[in-house]
Every structure is written in structure tokens, then in C-alpha cells.
């Protein structure tokens, strides 16, 4: 392995020497020189030669295999040895061989796909010939012809295409998931090659450009060439990985290549993540192992003492001591019998080692990973939460953490694309000072539009589209008379983009980047401003019919940071700048002439935002020649630059970004996805707390928190921290904490009296239910319900810091929802960490976009939306589907029985163990510590692989405590998992001493009834092989039946395994047994079942360990019921009435309205890098129907805190509240004596 360490390192080495890459075209020795990676590519883990050493040691890294190997070791050793080797070797072999295998075949597919990739064909350049190689020998500085529907063998430089203007179409599918075209152009300079060879075969160009690197959407270079200097960027390079599409050839130079490519620089290692459970049950195996070595110290003590001290040398007569003893009878070695003991001692302590291990089988991990896949499966055949218009079935892509979906804490979502549905509509604007949107009325006043208003009539615009609606005719109208702002308005709309068009059948269709952009101009499109086409230099719009061509002259790039993007065109001999981004940093930029109209435009803002729309500021300015002469030229310096180009750019466009003219605002709409509203509710009723991170603005994102029911009337105070300087933000913080704290210490003294809460203990039940309890362990579910949290992008960044981000976690725990507004992707990730961090909670992110991967990756678990936004969140996601609601289900149903499942697995699989190990345990009192077993060595290989697996496999993938319908219905079932209550130390210690007692009781029941018993016939039945078969098959019955009781669920597949495992045992033994076999326990099995005294004994054995049980759960369900007890009940009763009943109860939606002064904000999805040459987005689809516009929703006793309120809180009906909560559960039984109610 060591060369292998050095080559890495000597590549890690590389890879920081190299700051920049240089590459001349057609020069292959100057090339060889720098020792570039060739474009070989090998993604596989092991050769043949490798494969079952490097294998069998990474398996050998888990403790568990290696603890089992240790085992094995010893047994093959005859002295210690006290049970066949096979009995180890034969489960180990099956684990080690199954995974093996299946290792095997993933890495013999991985070869595969690296051969089949390898040896693709390419068309290189090569002395003066275009001729054919295999991508494994293509090298940077290689010139490379591609045509349609190619892949793209390395990162080349575009060099020409076949279409107009330079331009080629790419797929990014491999890339980033997304199957929409993307475009590529060429440098005009080079695109003057064409087709033509031998310009190709003399093209000498140096690229001077960025060491190889894993950022995708980012290239930085330059080309040396005649003498003359051309900027590269992104848009002027092809990735390994990409297909091109409706081209039909381009030619390109290899710039990185194989693994310097940046696909496979992205290919990084998953991140393995591991449960809560996972790291319990290390923690418990260790414990178990201590617990082990205990017994078998024990058990050499006692040796020891036996052997010296009491009659044990004794025995030498009958069995003598081995010849290597020291003092053995058979005189080979001397020595006195105090010294013969201390090695026989010694010896029984590794001996008990191998007897007892099965306090921790094999089978364990097996069975885990058997009911992780079945409860994945199960989520991936839920019905429903299949999303039929898209096809789209919710899918797990890991098995590991299904458990977990049942302990999440904290939900960090995304809004746009995630809770809304990413499909954007034009609906209002704000045009000179003047509002437009509204339906009016002859006398001017807005009226509630319905699907009986009549719409404007675009019928004049052949480009218009039949799926846009708008109702103010005062737009069109106004247009039609040529009315100068509202023209420029919708002129800006139509050139200040990134949109692509393109021609489908005779219809103009563009392909958008984010669908913001899409509906902004698609809007200017409907109104008369139709955006037609582009070239690297030009726009062309059709204005009212009339043709345009713009000179396009510069794109200033929209990022994360400026939050907004302008163009700059030239027409008629006159210079603009066309812009449009957040209204904060539009307002930074105007000239201060436009404060009047800056003023009416922010009091449309706020009307927009009151009703939850997108809201974008529009700015023009005139540029003077000599002006832009002289900026353009910094400007081409700052785009060739090598060092810093970024924040020389920026330079620039703050330069030329000044003194804008403001036009007006636009308005789009993102409606909610369906059930979002609910799904919500029902989490926070579960006790999840949810944090929003997004990048809309302040009052965009608190309506949409009411409007799905986030932030709710019931909230003692919505808490805002936007303050811009640090110390301000510290003081809001503080004040937002101590007036929590004072909140709540009024209200303690009111809830004492009151039994609001709710405690789930597991007491000594083994299966732990939630019981309500007023005792002191009592956890409440209204501490932290009563508050939320709004927080500004600015503020975070203070907030995140190390000084203030314990602050910033002390608050938004304590408050129910938190949302943050204007987050960039970073900062998601941030908030993300920090509560992982720091908090002893499971953690849930989810979103839709390439800007919520971070996030994604970042939290316990990552869940994927395939929206509007590309795959590229599906493809970071651990689950995915197409639905927000669908995440109700998701935890609230499959989290909380994978969280139920699991822990009643495992609590059984060790009380099952440990009742089957103690018995070698107390027979070592019996057999003077000799190690010898109780049981057939057959019995113990087949007890956890034939006897006991399949019943506690079928709870593991089958239980459920209530169906999906109350899992729903009553949220607060969720709780245990939060607190971690059905599988901790404590449970397992419980389970183990019960294993413990069932093993004194499974041991000495039949030692009685057998002690000195005699046969009918005279003949003696207490010998060692019977008493085991009879311990053995009392055993498979108890536990098989103890599986029975905990099973909650059944179904036919439970019968089967659960009655046919007992079955199964009797006809084996019977069969192993019988004389045909030659077997040592020959006869034993038919003389035991012969036996009245057996069955007698099998009867009372169980009576005694099963009725305590039962008894204990009778009480606990009948005196101190829990809300699972009580659901259950609910539903037994409600399946024997009529089902025609309508159970469901809808909840009201809840609305604030606030006179509070809203400040305007900015809400824009978009993504950098679209600017130089203007990739498409995802394709225009058809936008939904236009739906009833609602009455504009507004806030109330949402407070922006200065510290002036701090002891301010708002009066409740409590009362009223409780009275129809949808989570209490009231049931009479006509006639009946019991009252089902919960006061929750």
C-alpha cells in the first residue's frame, strides 16, 4: 500500500503547486511536459489480484466481523475449544461471503463501465488527419470533432459549430441531472475555422486558464492567439459528461482531462451517514462485551476455586486432566494441582468466550439491514405518495436512516419550488407610481376577480399566449396609446434577460433559466414586447410589430450578492443600461431625483407583498458614448484578468450601476403547492420545529408562513430581527430572549394546576408506550409553542458569527418556527450546521434546487423535490418525491413505524439472546465450570438463523401500533421518537434483565421438573441431552410466543412465521434426531416429546414467563392508558361501527392582519453564471390556468423588536382554542362504561 500512498501524495502535492494551467494547441511535447492526467478513468475499487484480501479487510473493520473472526480463532483451538468451529464459521462465511459477492459484482459493474467508457470513440486530430482513437488515449492540447448526440470526452474549449452564431446545444443529465438543453458559443474569432482542417491543423493558440478544479458552473481563462487576448468563462466550455444535442458537429480543445476533468473531480466519496441507533448499539456492544468478559470471569473464578479448593481435581478418575496440565494424574507434566487449576482457569475463561458470544450474534446486523430494505421498499410502493401528473413515486435512496425519518427535530425547507410550486405568474405591476392588476369596475374600484371575469383580449398579438391572464385593461390600453413609461416598462422586461428562444414547430418557445425570468417575459411577450432572437452582439424584440435590434454591448451577471442583473445595449447611436433586481439595491443605486416615485413604488411593494407576490424594482439610465468608452475598456481588462477577476468585475459594475432612473416594479405569483397548509400543521403539532431559509424577502416570506400555516394566531409574538449593524442586531436578539423568558414565567403559575402535558415512559413494559403523567419527567408540548421567528439575510450574517450563533440558537429553539429571509446557499448551510452541532436532534433539510444541495448534504437526512429546478437536490437527497405534503407522510407515518419497528426489533432480538446465553450460564454451576454446553451445537448455529428470525424479521418490516389514517390524525403520536424513548440504554437495560430472569426461569422450571425423573419403564430421563432438548424447545416456544405479544400488527405473513417457526422446530429436531441421521443426540428428541412431564412442564415454563406480561400490559392499558393505548382503542371501536361516517375534521386556515409599516424587499430565483453567453433554463411549460385571486392577507401582532416591547404579549382564549383542537379525541360507546377523552 505504501506507493500507493506516495503516488496520492505526490498528486496531492501536484495539485497545490499548480495555480495555473497552460496549453498550446497542437503542441503535444510542449504539453508532455507538465505531465497532465491522461483521460484514462478507473472508478473501480479492486483488481483481481486485490479484491478478496482488500475485501475481507475493509469487512474486517467493523467490530463486529472482527470480534466474530477473534471467536472463530479460538475455536479452531482444541484446548479452549468447547463447540464445533462451524457453528462461527458457517454464519460468518454466509455474512462475509453475501457481502463479498455483492461488493464483487458492484465493482466488476463499475469495471465495466469504465472499459465501455474508456474505449468510446473520438474523432482527434492528429497530424494533419482527423483520425478515430479511444477516449483512454485522447490527451490535453488535443483537438476533438464531435457530432449530434455525442458525448463529450473531456473539458474542451469550443472551438466552432455547425449552427449560427457559433452555438451548440448540450445535455447536462450526468452533470447535474437536469435533461433540458443548455447553450454553449464559441469565440466569433474561432468559430471562423468552421469545418476546415487545415486552419485547424495551424491554429497555435495558448490557453493560460484555472488549475483543475470541482467547481461546475465556474471557468476562468484566457486565449493567447494573433496576438490578441479572448476572455474565457463558462460558457465557452464543454464538460466531460455532457451530450450534444441538435448540432450536428462542433469541434473543441481538451483543456483537463480523465480524472483532472471536472465531473470526476466531483465524484467524490458519499458521505456515510449513520442513525442514532447505529451509534447506540456500538456503544451497547461494548457494554455487552464487558458484560461478556464479566461472566466468563466469573466463570474462571469459579473454575479455579472448583478445581483447588472443592472436589474438582477429584474427577481426574473418571475424566483426567489434558497432558499439558500441570498436576494431571496422567504424569506427563508436573507440577501441584493448585498450579494444574490456574491453567485450567485460564483456559475455561477463553473457553466461556466462545459458549457465551452469542449475547451479540451475527445474525444481529444481518437482520438490521433485511428490515432497513423492507422498509425502504416500502416507501418506495407507497401509493400514496405517488405524484401521478409527473409519473414521479416518492423513492429512498439510502437504507440507512430510515429509522430516523421517526426522531426528526428540525425541518429546514426551502419555500420557493418546495412549499410553493415554482410556477410563476405575471399578476401585478407598479408603473410610474400607478398600480395595475386589479380588475375595476366603471367606477374605477378593484372587484375579486373569479373565473367569470372577463380577461384582456390579446387576440391582436399572434405571439400571445392562450395560457396568459390578465385583467386590468388600463395595460393594454395604455399601450395601444403608446404611453412612454409603460412601454419602456415592458421593454426592459423584454432585453434585460438570459431567456433563449427557439422555434418548435412554428411557435416561438423559450427556454428560461429560473421561471421567474420565464414569466417576466413571457408577460412582455403578451403585452406586445416579444423577444425573438439573439446573437452573441444583438437582441431582436418585436415592439407592437415593429422590429428592433439591439446592439448588445455588455451583461452585467446576476449573482447571490448583487441581487440583481442589467444589460447594456446600444440603439439609434444612444447607450443604456437596462436593470432589474431586489428593491433594496435598486434603491441604493437611484439618482436622488426619483424619491417621490420611490416612495409610491414602496407602498406597492408592500400591498404586493401583503398578498404574497415576487417582487423585482426596474431601473434604467442613459450612459453617455465617452462614459462607456472608457468603462469598456476597464471592463475588458477585468474579464481577461487571471487573479481576482471576480472582484474586479464587481468593481466595474458598481461603476457604471449608479444613478439609475427608476421605471417601476413587477409581481409575479408563486402559488402554494396543495396541502401544504396542512402537512405543516401537522408537523408543528408533532412537536417538529420548522425553519424556512429563503431567498425572498421579508414580508413575501411572513405571508406565505401564514398563509400555510407556519406562523398562527395561537403564537404569543413573531419576533423580527432585521437590524444591519451588530450591536443592534445583539440587542434585538436579547430582548427577543428575555421577553420569552417573561412570557413564560407568567404563564407557569396559570398551566401548574392544569395537566397539559404529557410523559412517555416505558416503565418495565418491554414494548415502552406513552403514558400521560404529571410526574416530574414530564415533557411538555407547549414549550416551546408559542413563538416565532423572522430573521433577515443581513442580521444572519451577524447572527452566524461565533460571538452572536449560540444567541441565534438559543432563540430559534425556543421558538416553534423560525424563517430566514434572503439567505444565500452558504448561509442554509450554516444554519444547518449550527443546529447540528450543537443540538442532541435529528435534522431534516429539504429543497428543490441546485442552491439547497448544501443544505441537503449538510443535514441528518436530505430530502429532494423534483420541481421546476432540475434534479440536482433529488441527486444529493437521501429520499425524494414531488410533493411537499408527501413529507407528512413520509415522517409522520413511515419515520414513525421504521422508529417503532426498529425498536421493538431490537429490543427483542436482545432479550431473546440473553435468554438463550444465561442458560450456559447457570448450567456452568452444574457442570463445574467445565464450559461445557447445554444445548446441541446444531441448536445454537440454527437459533437465530432457523428457529427465531423470521418472527422478529416480520415486526421488524410489518408492525404498526395504528394505521396510516391515525398516524395523521393524531400528530402527537410522534413525540417518542423525538425524546428517543423507545430504544435507549435504559430500555435495553430492561430488556436484558428480562432476558436474565427468563433465563433463570427457562433454566430452572425444567431442572426441577426433570431432577431425578424416571420414565414410565423404570428408565432415567435426567441425563444432559434430554434436559438440553427440553430447555431448547420451551425456549423456541416462549420467545416465538413472547413475539406475538409485542406484535401489534398481524397479518398472514406473521401466522406463517410465527406458529410455522414453532412447527418447524419440532419436525426438525425429530427429523436431525432420528436414527437415519447417526447422530449423537439419536432417539433424544422422541423420547423427550413422549413425555407427559415434558408438555406439563412446556406449559407451566411459559404460563410463568408469559402472564406477568400480560398482566402488566392489562394494567398498564386499562389504568394508565397511553395515547397509543387510546387511539387503538378509537380504532377497534370505529372499525365495528359504519364506516360511512365522515372522520375527517378540516381545519380553518388562519390569517394576521397587521397596520404595521411593511418595508418592500426582493424575491428573484436565479442563479450566476447566465451571462456571456446565456444558457438556457428549463423549458417554457404551459403556466397553470389562472386561479381566484384571494383577498390580499394581512398580518397581525407581528413585531419587529426594538426592545420597547420586550414585556408585551397578547391576550388568548385558551379556552376556545381547546375546544376545537383537531387533535382531541373524545369517544362514547352508547351503553358502554368508557370514556375516551384527552385533554391535550
Not at 194 to 221: H, S, Y
Not at 439 to 468: H, Q, R, V, W
Not at 884 to 910: A, D, N, P, T
Request: aromatic letters at 12%; glycine letters at 6%; a negative charge.
Amino acid at each position: 500500500m505504501m506507493p500507493f500512498k506516495k503516488k496520492f501524495k505526490q498528486l496531492e502535492e501536484a495539485d497545490i503547486t499548480e495555480i495555473e494551467r497552460r496549453i498550446k494547441a497542437n503542441d503535444p511535447p510542449y504539453n508532455a511536459q507538465f505531465e497532465y492526467a491522461n483521460n484514462y478513468i478507473c472508478t473501480s475499487k479492486y483488481t483481481i489480484v486485490s479484491f478478496l484480501p482488500k475485501n475481507l479487510f475493509e469487512q474486517l473493520q467493523r467490530i463486529a466481523n472482527a470480534y466474530f473472526l477473534g471467536l472463530l480463532i479460538l475455536q479452531v483451538i482444541p484446548a479452549i475449544s468447547s463447540l464445533p468451529f462451524y457453528t462461527t464459521l458457517v454464519p460468518l462465511a454466509l455474512v462475509l461471503g453475501v457481502t463479498c459477492v455483492k461488493d464483487g459484482i458492484d465493482d466488476y459493474r463499475r469495471h465495466r463501465s469504465d472499459d465501455i467508457v474508456n474505449n468510446r470513440k473520438a474523432m482527434v486530430l492528429r497530424d494533419g488527419k482527423m483520425v478515430e482513437e479511444v477516449w483512454q488515449k485522447v490527451v490535453v492540447g488535443d483537438i476533438i470533432k464531435m457530432e449530434n448526440n455525442h458525448f463529450v470526452a473531456a473539458d474542451l474549449l469550443l472551438l466552432s459549430t455547425s449552427e449560427p452564431n457559433s452555438l451548440c446545444y448540450i445535455e447536462t443529465a450526468e452533470l447535474d441531472g437536469e435533461t433540458n438543453l443548455k447553450v454553449r458559443q464559441a469565440l466569433p474569432e474561432t468559430a471562423e475555422m468552421g469545418d476546415d482542417i487545415g486552419q485547424f491543423t495551424q491554429f497555435d493558440g495558448e490557453i493560460i486558464c484555472e488549475a483543475p478544479n470541482n467547481r461546475l458552473p465556474k471557468f476562468e481563462g484566457k486565449l493567447n492567439w494573433k496576438g490578441e487576448t479572448y476572455a474565457l468563462d463558462n460558457d465557452k466550455i464543454l464538460l466531460r459528461g455532457c451530450v450534444l444535442r441538435n448540432t450536428h458537429w462542433c469541434y473543441g480543445l481538451v483543456v483537463f482531462s480523465g480524472h483532472e476533468s471536472k465531473l470526476m473531480m466531483n465524484c467524490g466519496k458519499t458521505v456515510f451517514k449513520r442513525t442514532n441507533i447505529d451509534r447506540l448499539m456500538n456503544a451497547l456492544i461494548i457494554g455487552i462485551f464487558i458484560f461478556l468478559l464479566s461472566m466468563c470471569l466469573i466463570c474462571t473464578i469459579a473454575c479455579g476455586i472448583w478445581e483447588s479448593i472443592f472436589a474438582g481435581d477429584k474427577f481426574q478418575i473418571y475424566l483426567p486432566w489434558e497432558s499439558y496440565i500441570p498436576g494431571t494424574i496422567l504424569g506427563t507434566k508436573e507440577g501441584s494441582v493448585t498450579e494444574g487449576a490456574t491453567v485450567l482457569s485460564m483456559l475455561t475463561f477463553f473457553s466461556y468466550i466462545i459458549v457465551l458470544n452469542t449475547v451479540v450474534p451475527i445474525s444481529l446486523y444481518v437482520s438490521v439491514e433485511i428490515i432497513r430494505m423492507g422498509n425502504s421498499l416500502l416507501i418506495n410502493w407507497d401509493s400514496k405518495m405517488y405524484y401521478e401528473p409527473k409519473d414521479d413515486p416518492a423513492k429512498a435512496r439510502t437504507t440507512a436512516l430510515n429509522e430516523e425519518l421517526g426522531q426528526i427535530e428540525y425541518i429546514f425547507s426551502d419555500k420557493t419550488g418546495t412549499l410553493t410550486q415554482n410556477i410563476m405568474e405575471f399578476r401585478k405591476a407598479s408603473i410610474n407610481g400607478k398600480s395595475y392588476g386589479d380588475y375595476l369596475d366603471a367606477s374605477g374600484t378593484a372587484i375579486e376577480i373569479t373565473e367569470s371575469t372577463p380577461k384582456c383580449d390579446f387576440s391582436e398579438n399572434k405571439y400571445s399566449e392562450d395560457s396568459f391572464s390578465y385583467y386590468d385593461r388600463r395595460v393594454p390600453d395604455g399601450i395601444r396609446r403608446q404611453d412612454s413609461h409603460m412601454c419602456d416598462f415592458f421593454k426592459l422586461l423584454a432585453l434585460c434577460h438570459t431567456v433563449m428562444p427557439e422555434e418548435k414547430e412554428g411557435k416561438l418557445e423559450y427556454q428560461a433559466q429560473s421561471p421567474d425570468e420565464g414569466a417576466l417575459v413571457s408577460a412582455a411577450r403578451n403585452f406586445g414586447f416579444v423577444f425573438k432572437s439573439r446573437t452573441p452582439n444583438t437582441i431582436t424584440i418585436d415592439n407592437c410589430g415593429k422590429e428592433e435590434v439591439y446592439d448588445l454591448l455588455a451583461i452585467l451577471d446576476f449573482d447571490n450578492v448583487r441581487k440583481r442583473m442589467s444589460v447594456i445595449v446600444r440603439r439609434n447611436g444612444k447607450v443604456q443600461l437596462w436593470c432589474k433586481g431586489a428593491d433594496s439595491v435598486i434603491y441604493e443605486r437611484l439618482d436622488k431625483s426619483c424619491r417621490e416615485l420611490q416612495e409610491l413604488t414602496t407602498h406597492h411593494l408592500n400591498e404586493f407583498a401583503q398578498e404574497g407576490l415576487r417582487t423585482l424594482c426596474l431601473a434604467v439610465k442613459d450612459i453617455p458614448d465617452s462614459f462607456y468608452a472608457q468603462w469598456a475598456v476597464k471592463y475588458k481588462e477585468a474579464s481577461i484578468a487571471m487573479e481576482n477577476r471576480e472582484e474586479k468585475m464587481n468593481e466595474c459594475y458598481e461603476e457604471i450601476e449608479t444613478n439609475l432612473m427608476l421605471m417601476g416594479a413587477t409581481a409575479i405569483e408563486d402559488k402554494l403547492q396543495d396541502g401544504v397548509p396542512d402537512a405543516i400543521a401537522n408537523l408543528a403539532m408533532a412537536g417538529i420545529k420548522i425553519w424556512v431559509l429563503t431567498g425572498d424577502k421579508q414580508e413575501t416570506a411572513i405571508n406565505i408562513g401564514y398563509s400555510c400555516r407556519l406562523l398562527t394566531d395561537d403564537m404569543e409574538e413573531v419576533f423580527i430581527i432585521d437590524e444591519e449593524d451588530y450591536d443592534k442586531v445583539k440587542q434585538q436578539m436579547e430582548d427577543a430572549l428575555k421577553a420569552i423568558d417573561d412570557i413564560k414565567k407568567g404563564k407557569k403559575t396559570e398551566t401548574e394546576d392544569h395537566v397539559d402535558s404529557v410523559r412517555f415512559e416505558n416503565g418495565g413494559m418491554p414494548t415502552g408506550t406513552a403514558t400521560y403523567n404529571s410526574a416530574d419527567d414530564v415533557v411538555s408540548l407547549e414549550g416551546t409553542s408559542d413563538f416565532a421567528l423572522v430573521i433577515n439575510g443581513h442580521s444572519l450574517a451577524h447572527c452566524l458569527k461565533p460571538e452572536l450563533e449560540m444567541t441565534l440558537l438559543e432563540l430559534g429553539c425556543s421558538c416553534k418556527a423560525v424563517i430566514c429571509c434572503r439567505v444565500t446557499p452558504l448561509q442554509k448551510a450554516l444554519v444547518v450546521d449550527l443546529v447540528k452541532r450543537n443540538k442532541k436532534s435529528i435534522t431534516l433539510a429539504i429543497g428543490d434546487g441546485a442552491n439547497d444541495v448544501s443544505m441537503i448534504k449538510t443535514a441528518h437526512i436530505g430530502v429532494g423535490i423534483s420541481g421546476q429546478e432540475g434534479m440536482q437536490a433529488v441527486l444529493s437527497s437521501d429520499y425524494s418525491f414531488s410533493q411537499f405534503r408527501y413529507l407528512e407522510r413520509l415522517l409522520l407515518v413511515h419515520g414513525r413505524w421504521s422508529y417503532l419497528r426498529m425498536c421493538k426489533f431490537l429490543k427483542f432480538f436482545f432479550y431473546k439472546n440473553f435468554a438463550f446465553t444465561l442458560c450456559h450460564f447457570w448450567y456452568a454451576f452444574f457442570c463445574g465450570f467445565s464450559a461445557q454446553t447445554l444445548f446441541d451445537p446444531y441448536f445454537i448455529s440454527f437459533y437465530n438463523v432457523m428457529y427465531s428470525s423470521l418472527p422478529v424479521l416480520a415486526l421488524g418490516l410489518f408492525d404498526q401500533d395504528v394505521n396510516d389514517y391515525y398516524s395523521t390524525r393524531y400528530p402527537k403520536l410522534y413525540h417518542p421518537g423525538l425524546v428517543n424513548l423507545l430504544f435507549n440504554k435504559r430500555v435495553f437495560a430492561l430488556s436484558v434483565i428480562e432476558g436474565i430472569l427468563s433465563s433463570i426461569v427457562l433454566f430452572f422450571i425444567p431442572y426441577g421438573a426433570l431432577y431425578e425423573e424416571v420414565t414410565p419403564w423404570g428408565k432415567d430421563q435426567s441425563d444432559i441431552q434430554s434436559f438440553g432438548v427440553v430447555v431448547a424447545s420451551i425456549l423456541v416456544v416462549a420467545v416465538n410466543l413472547r413475539c406475538a405479544l409485542d406484535t401489534s400488527y398481524w397479518t398472514g405473513f406473521n401466522h406463517f412465521v410465527i406458529w410455522g417457526s414453532i412447527i418447524y422446530y419440532f419436525c426438525f429436531i425429530l427429523a436431525m434426531y432420528a436414527s437415519v441421521f447417526n447422530y449423537t443426540y439419536q432417539g433424544v428428541a422422541f423420547a423427550v416429546f413422549s413425555s407427559a412431564n415434558f408438555w406439563l412442564t412446556l406449559i407451566l415454563t411459559n404460563v410463568i414467563l408469559l402472564v406477568p406480561v400480560v398482566a402488566y400490559r392489562f394494567y398498564i392499558t386499562s389504568i394508565k392508558a397511553s395515547l397509543t393505548d387510546r387511539i387503538r382503542m378509537k380504532q377497534r371501536l370505529t372499525k365495528s361501527k359504519s364506516r360511512s361516517r365522515d372522520l375527517h375534521i378540516r381545519r380553518t386556515s388562519t390569517f394576521r392582519r397587521s397596520a404595521r409599516s411593511m418595508r418592500s424587499g426582493y424575491a428573484f430565483a436565479h442563479q450566476q453564471g447566465f451571462a456571456e453567453l446565456i444558457t438556457s433554463g428549463t423549458n417554457m411549460r404551459d403556466r397553470a390556468s389562472s386561479v381566484q385571486l384571494k383577498s390580499p392577507v394581512t398580518l397581525t401582532n407581528v413585531k419587529k423588536f426594538d426592545g420597547h416591547s420586550a414585556n408585551s404579549s397578547k391576550p388568548k382564549n385558551g379556552t376556545a382554542a381547546q375546544a376545537s383542537h383537531p387533535n382531541s379525541l373524545e369517544t362514547y360507546e352508547t351503553g358502554g362504561k368508557i370514556l375516551y377523552t384527552e385533554k391535550l
